[in-house]
């Protein structure tokens, strides 16, 4: 069974991927159009140093501590200072928690609820549990594939905009002494957005300082084991005897689960 041949009879391999392409340059440029206005409030701007980050690792880790084996802090990424490349490092790995967190809990349910209802107005359902998470992504149509891509690229996008120079409004950048991991507000979206992406309800605007601060390390705490816990999974499936605590427990899998679109990279 080939999904996506049946979601795109007729339509040649070259006429998809040049779709692809328009689809995500009008996504790329969307995104810019929901640039922060210049007006509000200034954002106060602060950049980390190393000892800022000798400080967070004990608090993270008391065993561990500080560790930069590499002595990345200091490698001066693309010629910049050490403040933006901490910056940019420390943005990446609460970035990387993140979606790990996300991917290891979807992991964990999808192998064994999905839901009920047609996925597809022709009232194709949604992958069966029968098939491991990789290759219930392989079984999607290309076209909700796409949609998935776009959209966590949209975020992405729109997480890196910053204000104008000069403007008074917006959100400095992470490499520039924004706050690494604090995603934007849609507040100044032209139109009507009823939720933020982080806490839509707003049941944390009262939170203190302490408990964010506690909630943050907690947070990068488990993006690290997060990130451990997915990959375990994964080198599961596709080495066979990579992990003997998994052996038995995830379905292995032949596929690439790096290439979203295998169908294009056989």
Known sequence: CNPVGAQFSGKTEK????FAAVVAALAAGSAAAFAP???????????????????????????????????????AFWGKSDEFTIGWLRQAEIKHGRVAMAAFVGYCVQSNFHWPWAMTSAGLPFPSTDLSPPEQWDALPFAARLQIILFVGFLEIYSELTPAEGAVAGQPHYTKGGQPGKYPTFDAVPHFTPFNLYD??????NMSDADKERRLRAEINNGRLAQLGIFGFLCAQTIPGSVPALEGVVKPYSGEVMAPFPEFFQ
Do not use: C, I
């Open 15 to 18: 006429d998809t991927m040049k």
């Open 37 to 75: 206005s210049q007006a509000g409030r200034a954002s106060v701007a602060l950049q980390e140093t190393q000892a800022d980050l000798k400080e967070l690792g004990p608090k993270l880790n008391p065993v561990v501590g500080y560790f930069d084996p590499l002595d990345l802090t200091n490698a």
């Open 200 to 205: 839509p309800f707003g049941w944390n605007k």
